[in-house]
């Protein structure tokens, strides 16, 4: 993905990482279960593109407008 469209930015949450790509108006979630394990319990640490693992399913994808 990180290859084909700009990621705005990531959300750090508790159970999630959220990603959202302004210039289609999406965001999708991943589990913090596909993400390192240094990961998956901080809040507080910032989640670059390239810690999410190309072959993490989508949780969730959501299309806003």
Same mark, same amino acid.
């Given at each position: %993905?990180?290859?084909?469209?700009?990621?705005?930015?990531? /959300?750090?949450?508790?159970?999630?990482?959220?990603?959202? @790509?302004? /210039?289609?108006? $999406?965001?999708?979630?991943?589990?913090?279960? /596909?993400?390192?394990?240094?990961?998956?319990?901080?809040?507080?640490?910032? $989640?670059?593109?390239?810690?999410?693992?190309?072959?993490?399913? @989508?949780?969730h994808? %959501?299309?806003?407008?």
């Open positions: %993905m990180v290859k084909n469209y700009s990621i705005s930015r990531i /959300e750090n949450t508790l159970n999630s990482a959220v990603v959202f @790509i302004d /210039e289609l108006n $999406i965001y999708l979630t991943i589990d913090k279960k /596909e993400l390192p394990s240094s990961l998956r319990f901080d809040t507080d640490t910032r $989640i670059t593109p390239n810690q999410i693992p190309d072959n993490a399913p @989508i949780k994808f %959501m299309i806003s407008w």
